[in-house]
């Protein structure tokens, strides 16, 4: 509405300024100045017209970009006809996790076909965003007339920012908790094991050295770190000493964005430094998480090189507002279970309802002062990277 105000307030101007030298000034140079201001604006018209329908723009850019740095992202506007255009305006945008010093474009393509411009957007906040095209105008060459171009516009793309992971030390509490459940547990199924082995296969070779073509999945680092070798599982019990880690970045929807991107960083930056820790300490996991399709996934973490990997998974997926991650399709009996979540008050109680055994959860949460509707133990990442209770 302002600036529609603002090409009326210029016309009139105008038209002020062409009375006064006519009738005031020189008439015949006045009259001469008057068709100009009338037919100028025809001729703008004109051009603006032609251009709503002969304008295509694109962009491209990187799926992924460290915090602190720039994502250079790159936008082509073609134009599909040989006539002159005359000013076309464009307006990028990014998300909330991006600096926000975003400017509009505007060009001109006379003999050129193609133009190219680079925004550069600073990384700010580590999650996932978006990037895309907000609005694209087709404008007059006088300034008084702007319309949107009648082409679509190019679908946003989404964009992970890569936060540094913290190195957590094996000292931390939360750690050595999961790892004496884990130690428990494996302990009293190796005994449960051996006495399910047939003559076939004996006690005490349930495992063997690790052999070319082995699915990783199979190798048991917490004794191959131990035996200094590759050891390779030759039974499928396993799973169930497995600890499970979740991760529920859950987004109230009446919040602004930009008040809980950072508090999702935070989430995601202890919940890698813990999976970080334990496969690189022997203890395979499994990892629940949505994908970017919104289905809820588990993946067993045990190879030191997958974190990163799930990394990239998470940072991929947009974040759903009012919808938490469904444990309803996963088995609920687990020797220990960390559930990460923005949120441990509310509806929470849907994630936890689907674990057997309420007294082998934890959660992680965001700070000390994170409100905490349930009676089980809470956990958060202090500014030195140690999980500390609540």
Known sequence: MIKHIKSIVSVIAVAFL?????????GEMGIILLAF????PL??????LYARKRVKVSFNC???VPK??????KVTVTKTGVFPLAIVEIVPYASEIFGQD??????????????TFTIELDALIGGNGEVGIKEMYSCGFMGFFKLPLKTPLPQPISIGVIPPVPEIKASSQLFRSIADVVLTSDEEEENDTAMLFSANTSPGYEHREYELGDPLKRINWKLSSKKDKMMVRLDEAVASVQPVVVLDLYRHSVFPVENVVIGEEKLIRSVFGLLSLLVKQGIACNF???TSSGETVSECVDNPDYPDQLLLKVLAAK???DKRVDLSHVGGSVCACVIATTDAAGDFGVITRHVDSPDNISIIGLSPTTPNGTSLPMWYLDEENNFKSV
Do not use: C, H, Q, W
């Not at 201001?37 to 100028?40: I, K």
């Not at 001729?43 to 603006?48: A, E, T």
């Not at 602190?68 to 992202?73: F, R």
């Open 43 to 48: 001729v703008s018209l004109g051009f603006l």
């Open 288 to 290: 629940i998480y949505r």
């Open 18 to 26: 062409v009375y006064i030298f006519t009738f005031y000034i020189d």
């Open 68 to 73: 602190g740095g720039k994502l250079p992202v």
């Open 62 to 64: 990187d799926a992924y």
């Open 102 to 115: 975003i400017k509009k474009r505007k060009l001109t393509m006379f003999n050129e076909t193609r133009r």
């Open 37 to 40: 201001v009338l037919f100028a």
């Open 319 to 321: 974040v759903i507002p």
